[in-house]
């Protein structure tokens, strides 16, 4: 309020306070079923924070401003979750239940994860054999390229990849291994660089 002091005082130049309540988001990472700790939970809009979730999962974001709009969104090396992130509206009160799961865990030349399934990378004209494959959650699975030339292991709908997982290029004689850790799914997937290679993955 501009006020001009012109021989005289001015009265009655008052502000009414109003108390403003900062607010949270908060949820939880599992990895089937179970609590999933030291993921990075990444919070962005007017301000980005990152913070790990604790021993049993759980995160916070604490004193946010009422009326923002922000994006969380889990990420953790070689994991991939989801959903792959969740926006959310504070609008005069807290929310809570902003859960991720994490779905599958890649590595990319089979050093750590240990297979109990497997399917060859035959060739371009036979492309993945066997091409549906169903397993059980925590399974593993172990793509062998058994042609002489670099195929991918790619998830998604034929040719649009959909980030789950994704080999890059496997060399002939090379592995891929994918952990399948959340139930009730379905995998697509393809070679992005002969798309008409196509495959599917089922959890049951």
Known sequence: MPE????ANIPGVGFTGAAVSPHSISGMVTQNSSSFPAVTITLSGDIVITTPTNSIGNYTFSSLADGQTYTVTPTKANFSFGPKSS???LSGSNISGVNFAALVQEDLGCGTLVSNQSVTIV???TGFSPKNLSISVGDVVKWHNNDSIDHTVTSGTSPTPDGVFDSGHVTSGSNYCVKFIDPTHAYPYFCSIHTTM??????P
């Open 87 to 89: 926006p959310e509206t």
């Open 123 to 125: 060739n371009q004209a």
């Open 4 to 7: 001009t002091i012109s021989s």
């Open 198 to 203: 196509t495959g599917t993955v089922t959890v």
